[in-house]
């Protein structure tokens, strides 16, 4: 069966930094991309970066380029993302994601994940 809890979420002052972390279990993690996204009350699921299952490409949405660093430790089955220079407009809930699919250049799209988090809450106040 598998699993995929993300952590780290909270509430944090505007230019704040917070780290996501996420495990997944009951699958082979180093054959999966990995994702994070994002959604905010009335908004549709954002992509906000992926990553290879090799770790050797990532690539970010232009709003968190800059900012913030999607790494994993495959050793441990485990995904972070390190959020720096928070912003109110990066409040979402973020979950973390799993797939096989993968294209240099652009992330996989949130359906072609296969599996995904139940989400944790980040709040950025002003």
């Known amino acids: 069966q598998v699993q995929v809890v993300e952590s780290g979420g909270g509430l944090v002052q505007a230019g704040g930094s917070l780290r996501l972390s996420c495990t997944a279990s009951?699958?082979?993690?180093?054959?999966?991309?990995m994702g994070w996204f994002r959604q905010a009350p009335g908004n549709k699921r954002e992509g906000v970066s992926c990553?290879?299952?090799?770790?050797?490409?990532?690539l970010y949405a232009d709003s968190v380029k800059g900012r913030f660093t999607i790494s994993r430790d495959n050793a441990k089955n485990t995904l972070d993302l390190q959020m720096n220079s928070l912003k109110p407009e990066d409040t979402a809930m973020y979950y973390c994601?799993?797939?096989?699919?993968?294209?240099?250049?652009?992330?996989?799209?949130?359906?072609?994940?296969?599996?995904y988090g139940q989400g944790t809450q980040v709040t950025v106040s002003s």
């Open positions: 994601a799993a797939g096989v699919i993968w294209r240099d250049g652009r992330c996989p799209e949130a359906n072609e994940y296969k599996y």
């Open positions: 009951g699958l082979n993690f180093d054959g999966y991309a």
């Open positions: 990553i290879k299952w090799d770790g050797t490409r990532t």
